[in-house]
């Protein structure tokens, strides 16, 4: 029975995951924290072994190192964390007994899609990527579509085509934001969960890779099974395709 905290519990992504995780018979939802619910402190007291965290980017940067201090491994999916915390992260690991999971997207299809977009970068190195969430996402681009850029750079055997760039805007950030060539739009609006379409092209074709996650639901698998296998995987991990052996 793997001890479990989660952290963010009052959010649309918390209360799923205490569901999820109430629904394992070998998972145990020891302790639940939030504003005006539980305590980090709890967490030692009751013997957590594993938090999940789905709070928000700044109250993240502080569980985590709390956690891998305290000998909690942490299972993390808020976004935006600022590289010089993952990078206290990384230095604090060795040092603790706590390890730790970031991935910017926990569907197993996602984590799918992005695996497919850096395998055609090898071919069709011309990419955009259009990001779509729910109109209360706080950040953007979301994580995972910079995490699809950096494998679509990392999979590149040759640069994209020579194109002209947009003479003229009409409107100033019609073509989206842009890393070394890839634009990446992103759309919030009502209705959305979180869904990613890359598009590549080439002479005479194009291919389309995209992703619906149509409700949080899709993102527990994911969860669960960092949960369970977060213990055997030392140190900072970022991306779940690790754990999935891609």
Same mark, same amino acid.
């Given at each position: ?5 989660? #952290? ?5 992504? !918390?209360?799923? @995951? ?6 394992? +018979? ?23 072994? @594993?938090?999940?965290?789905? /709070? ?26 600022? +590289? ?9 690991? +060795? ?40 109109? !209360? ?33 009409? #409107?100033? !950030? ?6 070394? !060539? ?25 291919? /389309? ?11 527990? +698998? ?14 900072? /991990?970022?991306? #779940? ?6």
């Amino acid at each position: 029975m793997i001890r479990v905290a989660v #952290l963010g519990a009052n959010g649309r992504m !918390g209360r799923e @995951v205490c569901a999820a995780v109430e629904a394992e +018979p070998d998972l145990d939802l020891t302790e639940q924290v939030d504003i005006g619910l539980g305590s980090l402190d709890a967490l030692v007291e009751s013997q957590v072994q @594993v938090a999940v965290d789905f /709070t928000n980017a700044e109250a993240a940067a502080e569980n985590i190192p709390w956690c891998i201090k305290n000998g909690i491994h942490v299972v993390v999916g808020s976004s935006g964390i600022p +590289p010089h915390v993952i990078d206290e992260i990384a230095e604090l690991c +060795p040092r603790c007994e706590g390890n730790v999971l970031i991935a910017p997207n926990f569907a197993i299809g996602a984590v799918l899609s992005m695996k497919f977009a850096e395998m055609a970068a090898a071919w069709m190195p011309d990419a955009e990527i259009i990001e779509l969430h729910h109109s !209360g996402k706080m950040d953007s681009p979301s994580g995972t579509a910079l995490n699809t850029v950096e494998g679509i750079l990392k999979g590149r055997k040759q640069l994209p085509a020579d194109r002209p760039g947009t003479l003229k805007e009409n #409107l100033p !950030g019609a073509r989206g934001a842009e890393r070394q !060539g890839v634009h990446i739009h992103s759309v919030r609006l009502p209705g959305l969960v979180a869904h990613q379409e890359v598009i590549f092209g080439g002479p005479g074709q194009t291919l /389309t890779i995209r992703h619906d996650s149509v409700d949080r639901k899709s993102f527990m +698998p994911g969860v669960i099974l960092g949960i369970r296998r977060i213990i055997s995987h030392p140190g900072l /991990t970022i991306g #779940l395709e690790h754990y999935l052996g891609l």
